[in-house]
Antibody
Framework: EVQLVETGGGLVRPGSSLKLSCATSGFTFSNTWMNWVRQAPGKGLEWVALIKDKYSNYEANYAESVKGRFTISRDDSKSRVYLQMNTLRDQDTATYYC????????WGQGTLVTVSS | DVVMTQTPPSLSVAIGQSVSISCKSSQSLVYSDGKTYLHWLLQSPGRSPKRLIYQVSNLGSGVPDRFSGTGSQKDFTLKISRVEAEDLGVYYCAQTTHFPDTFGAGTKLELK
C-alpha cells in the first residue's frame, strides 16, 4: 500500500524558516518524481515544487511564488522528500502535501504551515 | 502555464440527482505519447484530496461507477450519476501533461 506522511509544519513568524518532511512507502521511491503541492485555507490547490529522480540528475523546479526561497530535496535511502522553506511570508500559510508526480494518488494528511506575526 | 477553467464554481444538488462539471484547458492536454493526462480529484470536507479519475476516463481504485469522465483535447467533463451524500465536497480537475502541473479552481458540490 502506498503511503505518504507529511510532517514538520507549525506556526512561525514571517521571515523565518521551516523544513517539511514526507515519509513514503509502498512504491519504488528512487525512480519516482515527487511534488509538493499546497492549499491555502479555503483555497484551491497550487503546485509548489518538483524533484526528479537520479536518472534526471535530481533536477528541481519551483513555482515562481517560491523560487529562491524554497528548496526541495530527497533522500532515496530513506524514501523521503523534503521542503526547506526560508524567508516565509504570510502568503505561504497553507497545508502542504507531497505527491507522486503524475499519479496524485494517494494523498497524505498534509502538514499545516501557518506564517503569522 | 496551462490554465484550467472549471464551471460551475458551485452546484446545489438533491440526493439521487445527476450532475456534470466542466473543465476546459488553455492548451491541448494530449501528450507526445498520445495519452491525455487530465485527472479529477474530490476533496471531501475536512479531508485531503482523493483522485477519482485519471487520464480522462479511468476510474481510480474503489471509485464507484456512478462517476464517469469524458472529453478530449481541451474540453473535459465529470459526470456523477445518482449523487450520494458521500459525494459532497470540492471537485478539482488537474493536468499533468504540461509542466508545471496545474489545477482548476474547484467546483463545490453542496446538498440542496
Amino acid at each position: 500500500e502506498v503511503q505518504l506522511v507529511e510532517t514538520g509544519g507549525g506556526l512561525v513568524r514571517p521571515g523565518s524558516s521551516l523544513k517539511l518532511s514526507c515519509a513514503t512507502s509502498g512504491f519504488t521511491f528512487s525512480n519516482t518524481w515527487m511534488n509538493w503541492v499546497r492549499q491555502a485555507p479555503g483555497k484551491g490547490l497550487e503546485w509548489v515544487a518538483l524533484i526528479k529522480d537520479k536518472y534526471s540528475n535530481y533536477e528541481a523546479n519551483y513555482a515562481e511564488s517560491v523560487k529562491g526561497r524554497f528548496t526541495i530535496s530527497r533522500d532515496d535511502s530513506k524514501s523521503r522528500v523534503y521542503l526547506q522553506m526560508n524567508t516565509l511570508r504570510d502568503q505561504d500559510t497553507a497545508t502542504y502535501y507531497c505527491t507522486r508526480r503524475g499519479y496524485y494518488t494517494p494523498w497524505g494528511q498534509g502538514t499545516l504551515v501557518t506564517v503569522s506575526s | 502555464d496551462v490554465v484550467m477553467t472549471q464551471t460551475p464554481p458551485s452546484l446545489s444538488v438533491a440526493i439521487g440527482q445527476s450532475v456534470s462539471i466542466s473543465c476546459k484547458s488553455s492548451q491541448s492536454l494530449v501528450y507526445s505519447d498520445g495519452k491525455t493526462y487530465l485527472h479529477w480529484l474530490l476533496q471531501s470536507p475536512g479531508r485531503s484530496p482523493k483522485r477519482l479519475i485519471y487520464q480522462v476516463s479511468n476510474l481510480g481504485s474503489g471509485v464507484p461507477d456512478r462517476f464517469s469522465g469524458t472529453g478530449s483535447q481541451k474540453d473535459f467533463t465529470l459526470k456523477i450519476s445518482r449523487v450520494e451524500a458521500e459525494d459532497l465536497g470540492v471537485y478539482y480537475c488537474a493536468q499533468t501533461t504540461h509542466f508545471p502541473d496545474t489545477f482548476g479552481a474547484g467546483t463545490k458540490l453542496e446538498l440542496k
